[in-house]
Nanobody, 124 residues
Framework: QVQLVESGGGLVQAGDSLRLSCVAS????????MGWFRQAPGKEREFVAR????????YYADSVKGRFTISRDNAKKTVYLQMNSLKPEDTAVYYC?????????????????WGQGTQVTVSS
C-alpha cells in the first residue's frame, strides 16, 4: 500500500504562485508515475500534470502548460506542483495520485491511489 499526503494549498491572488507537495509513504518502490488532478465545485476531476518516477518525463494539460511545473525528489519520495501566474479559474481542490502499471497516466482511471486533496483558492 502507498499513502499520499498533499500540502501547500491556500488562498492567493491572481498572478501569485504556490507550490504544492505530495509525500508518498509505504510501498513507494511500486510507483510508476504520479500525477496531479483538480476538481472545482460542480465539475469533474480533471488531469493537471504527471511525471514518471523513473526518468522524470512530464506531461501537462493544455490549460496549465507554461504556468505549472511538476517535479519529483526521489530521495524525499515527494512530488511537487509549482503553480505560477495563477488565475481564478485555477481554484479547485488539488489531488495527488499514484499509479503502478504501464499506462499513459493522462486520465483519472489510470491511477490507483489518491491523496485527500488540498484546497487552492485564487481571488481576482
Amino acid at each position: 500500500q502507498v499513502q499520499l499526503v498533499e500540502s501547500g494549498g491556500g488562498l492567493v491572488q491572481a498572478g501569485d504562485s504556490l507550490r504544492l507537495s505530495c509525500v508518498a509513504s509505504g510501498r513507494t518502490f511500486s510507483i510508476v508515475a504520479m500525477g496531479w488532478f483538480r476538481q472545482a465545485p460542480g465539475k469533474e476531476r480533471e488531469f493537471v500534470a504527471r511525471i514518471f518516477w523513473t526518468g522524470g518525463i512530464t506531461y501537462y494539460a493544455d490549460s496549465v502548460k507554461g504556468r505549472f511545473t511538476i517535479s519529483r525528489d526521489n530521495a524525499k519520495k515527494t512530488v511537487y506542483l509549482q503553480m505560477n501566474s495563477l488565475k481564478p479559474e485555477d481554484t479547485a481542490v488539488y489531488y495527488c495520485a499514484a499509479g503502478y502499471g504501464v499506462r499513459l497516466y493522462a486520465q483519472r482511471q489510470e491511477y490507483d491511489t489518491w491523496g485527500q486533496g488540498t484546497q487552492v483558492t485564487v481571488s481576482s
